[in-house]
Nanobody, 115 residues
Framework: QVQLVESGGGLVQPGGSLRLSCAAS????????MGWYRQAPGKERELVAT???????NYADSVKGRFTISRDNAKNTVYLQMNSLKSEDTAVYYC?????????WGQGTQVTVSS
């Protein structure tokens, strides 16, 4: 079984920064994809950024240039550095891991961007 535990959410003013972390535990294979999705109230869950085990990254257009995903394979941990935050970034952010044709999700961490 796989568990994903997120941390780092909170309240930040527009233009501010936050860093999210997600630690994976359990049976983690070397070939996988980890990343972040988010869901705002009344909207569908959407991709934010992913990092494949081969080093390939993928970002939503709305966060390119502002968010950076990184990964520590030794710790099975993925990070999301969020800069220049906007009110429209307010959402619950979910950690994601996909391996061996199965997807796993964290419990979510709230990010609120407000003055």
């Amino acid at each position: 079984q796989v568990q994903l535990v997120e941390s780092g959410g909170g309240l930040v003013q527009p233009g501010g920064s936050l860093r999210l972390s997600c630690a994976a535990s359990g049976t983690i294979f070397s070939i996988n994809v980890m990343g972040w999705y988010r869901q705002a109230p009344g909207k569908e869950r959407e991709l934010v950024a992913t990092w494949g085990s081969g080093g390939t990254t993928n970002y939503a257009d709305s966060v390119k240039g502002r968010f950076t995903i990184s990964r520590d394979n030794a710790k099975n941990t993925v990070y999301l550095q969020m800069n220049s935050l906007k009110s429209e970034d307010t959402a619950v952010y979910y950690c994601y891991l996909r391996q061996v044709l199965r997807s796993y999700w964290g419990q979510g961490t709230q990010v609120t961007v407000s003055s």
